[in-house]
């Protein structure tokens, strides 16, 4: 619980902080009145997705399930990754890796809940945080560090109006391994959606990402590798940025995205030589290639 006081002191005096003005949040009788719904599958193709194990071929196919929207109180997102869909001998997710990966991301609105306005400055709604990240490991054999994510999340967030990008998702939370059953660091992130270019035909042009930065971990966390170096360090994080093309029903893009010692791990991470594992190459650009059907 330590933690998380303060966890959320840190993200009040952040807020509190802010300089920019917009408009409040009105608040309605009903907290029904703006709910809504979306899904859409997308078709995608990774190439260098870190973590990047024994200098192997990071490349591999997925079909990706991603759905979101509002109901009352409750703003959700989420998706669920299946890998490898043609069951390829080549690439990261072959050889019995992990063939699913699940985010969950609820977060509940404050304002709704307590029925009063709780935005300011550039602040539209404040809420109660949370995110559980669900498999997607890798090869559990000895020396490598595999296995399936458990994870969870909890802390605060806002909607803020950032200049040019618009309402951005902003959330500080405390990291909880659930696996473990301990407290590990904190991760702040952000997330927007920017429609930029419009054509006649109605579609568009959009440029859309978030920030995921982990900090305060435990660089002892998993232990060392076979050069006397932590597995862990104490920061690492990714950002994403995506270019996309936006009909009705369907969408096609590219992202960027780069890891800095990605989900908390040192380059060489888990190395051993008794096993032959070279570790981890956890720093770099990932590609990534989508085709969108909207739902």
């Known amino acids: 619980m330590k933690k998380l006081n303060t966890l959320v002191l840190a993200s009040t005096v952040a807020l509190a902080g802010s300089a920019f003005t917009a408009s409040a949040a009105e608040q309605t009788g009903d907290i029904h009145a703006n709910d809504y ?7 995608m193709y990774a190439i260098d997705e870190h973590p990047i ?20 109180f409750v703003d959700l997102y989420g998706y669920v990754d299946v890998f490898n869909l043609g069951n390829s001998d080549s690439g990261d997710k072959a050889d019995g890796a992990s063939k699913m990966f699940m985010k969950l991301a609820p977060r509940f ?14 602040v539209q709604e404040v809420y109660l945080s949370t995110l559980f990240n669900w498999g997607g490991g890798a090869i559990n054999t000895e020396g490598n560090g595999g296995g399936d994510v458990n994870m969870s999340f909890w802390g605060v967030g806002a909607d803020v109006m950032v200049p040019w990008l618009g ?40 440029f859309q990402g978030y920030v995921d930065y982990q900090f ?9 590798n076979t050069d006397g170096d932590y597995n862990n360090t104490e920061h ?15 969408a096609l893009g590219y992202g960027g995205k780069y890891f ?3 989900y908390g791990l040192n380059d060489n ?3 051993n030589d008794t096993f032959g594992f070279g570790g981890l190459d956890t720093t770099g650009w990932t590609h990534f290639l989508t085709a969108t059907y909207k739902i």
């Open 269 to 271: 991470a888990f190395k």
């Open 216 to 224: 305060d971990m435990d660089e002892e966390y998993s232990g060392m």
């Open 37 to 43: 719904k979306w899904m859409q599958f997308n078709i």
């Open 53 to 72: 194990a024994n200098e192997d071929e990071a490349t591999h196919n997925y079909l990706e399930m991603e759905f979101g929207g509002r109901s009352g």
């Open 167 to 206: 309402k951005t998702g902003m959330n500080l939370y405390g990291a909880y391994d659930i696996s473990r059953k301990d407290w590990n660091g904190y991760q702040f992130s952000a997330n927007w959606f920017k429609p930029f270019v419009f054509f006649e035909d109605k579609s568009f042009l959009s």
């Open 109 to 122: 609105s404050l304002d709704a809940i307590t029925g009063t306005d709780l935005s300011f400055g550039p």
């Open 260 to 262: 800095y010692h990605s």
């Open 236 to 250: 690492g994080g990714a950002v994403f940025f995506g270019l996309y093309y936006h009909t009705d029903r369907f």
